[in-house]
């Protein structure tokens, strides 16, 4: 059956002419909405309404649309961070507003999401109502896809506020990150989607439910990945239905200052394992550091570890460690047997 019988069969063949000039073909039929309908210059009311049932059960019936070719699962193990999107009192703005103008606050509200998203080189999976679902790191993946993701949580929330629409608009975000499989393609025509599976989306789901109008809520995995680049309030344990203990959660006030990005992404850094004797040989090693070089580099220059790998050559011998005089900006190691710099 092509689509100028199945338009047929609804007796509305007066529209063939218009979707074999659009090029509507199977592919495309289930993807079609009201305002595509409008486009092609179907009549507000019976036909628009019919066609819009007609289409509905086309999405929901797999069978009825033919397979042009089978598709390969390219389905594959990630890190991702997942964004969950809602709008806050959806149901009293429906009731408040004509869905015509529904639609268009709707429309103007995922427009905003998709705008930010793609800035932060997210991608948007899937819109449900109201809601959109984002993934950072898939299909393209970064080294820093969970700071882009809670940077583009903030800003979101900033741009939906902004919109002007006929009613205010708040929104909450919830982000979580952690292995999952994606990339599997489930349903068919306007309802396909590459799924993810895994605990992280139903977490980043939790997780917006929890938070409050306009704010941003992260998993535990998601603000050990961004360090103290954010100030975070943090909202305790939760307790998550489905999960079998409560999760820390935080919400994210905004940037912070730290002065560098480094120390802001190794604030909580794991500490050497296996090499006590290492660091203990270390402590006894000489540096001669001026006081003049940032205190940051000082910081790091002094760490144990680091005075090893500066000091553990050849011929050195063990000396107390002390600070130099001068203007030299180096560190220097010496040798206490002849008193070389």
Known sequence: MDVAEWLRGLGLERYAVAFRDNEIDWEALPKLTAEDLQDLGVVLGTHRRKLLEAIAALQSDVGSIPKTGAVASTAERRQLTVMFCDLVGSTALSARLDPEDLREVIGAYHAAIAEVISRFDGFVAKYMGDGVLAYFGYPQAHEDDAERAVRAGLAVVGAVRRLQTAVPLQMRVGLATGLVVVGDLIGSGA???????????????????????????????????????????????????????????????????????????????????????????????????????????????????????????????????????????????????CGEA
Not at 200 to 225: C, F, G, H, K, W
Not at 252 to 281: H, K, N
């Open 191 to 337: 309802a396909r989607e590459e799924a993810v599976v895994g605990e992280t989306p139903n977490l980043a789901a939790r997780l917006q439910a929890l938070a409050e109008p306009d704010s941003v809520v992260i998993a535990d995995s998601t603000r050990r990945l961004v360090g103290s680049l954010f100030e975070y309030q943090s909202l305790g344990e939760l307790e998550i239905k489905g999960l079998p203990a409560p999760v820390p959660a935080f919400r994210v006030l905004g940037e912070s200052r730290v002065g560098s990005r480094f120390e802001a992404l190794r604030s909580g850094e794991t500490p050497l394992v296996g090499r006590e004797e290492d660091l203990s040989r270390a402590g006894d090693r000489e540096i001669a550091i001026d006081r003049s070089v940032p205190r940051e580099h000082l910081r790091r220059a002094a760490h144990p570890a680091t005075a090893f790998l500066l000091t553990a050559s050849a011929g050195q011998r063990s000396v107390p460690i002390h600070w130099a005089t001068g203007t030299s900006r180096r560190l220097r190691a010496r040798r206490h047997a």
